[in-house]
């Protein structure tokens, strides 16, 4: 995020990210691309896959402790890319759909089971039964509703031939004094 309104928003928040960097990158960029062709959403800048939020802004040393150890317990996770996706209404969210694949399974479950030990604040957290794997591509929440259908009948559809990469880091994205910081941990070290 880059923009004053944004930052703002998200002042004392974190967020633990993946970032895939070859063809599934390539691929969400593109389809962001499309996205905003046809329309000003506001958008996240660069693809991601959260795998959880916090609100910590004091405790900032012992959730990086925490995603330090996780990390060391990790391999490096495997994302698939399925399809153009939408989260519907009130979200209003055009997505990469990711398949839950084993090893961003067990990330997703092997966090959540770290941070139960804790009571470090966890933000908009589902079960992992519950939770969607994605990568927002804009985000459509001030739509009214035939403005979002045009754009999500456009735009959602299965990929014909799903994309793979395997992601070997994390990033804790903390939003801190009107600033992005950006900490990378090394999965499986």
Sequence with gaps: MNTPTQLASLEGQQYLVLRPVAAVADRFAAEQRRALDTSDLPHPFTGHVTLRGFFEPTRGDELRALIREWAAARHPIEIVAEAVDAFPSPWQVLIVRLARTPTLLD???????????????????????????????????????????????????AFEHPLEEVVSTVELVSYAEGEEHREVFTLGR
């Design 107 to 157: 990330a997703y479950a092997s966090l959540t089971a770290a941070l139960d030990a804790t009571d470090l604040r966890r933000l908009g957290e589902l079960s992992l039964a519950d939770w969607t794997f994605h990568m927002s591509i804009v985000y459509g929440k001030t739509l009214l509703p035939h403005e979002w259908t045009s754009i999500t009948s456009a735009r959602v559809r």
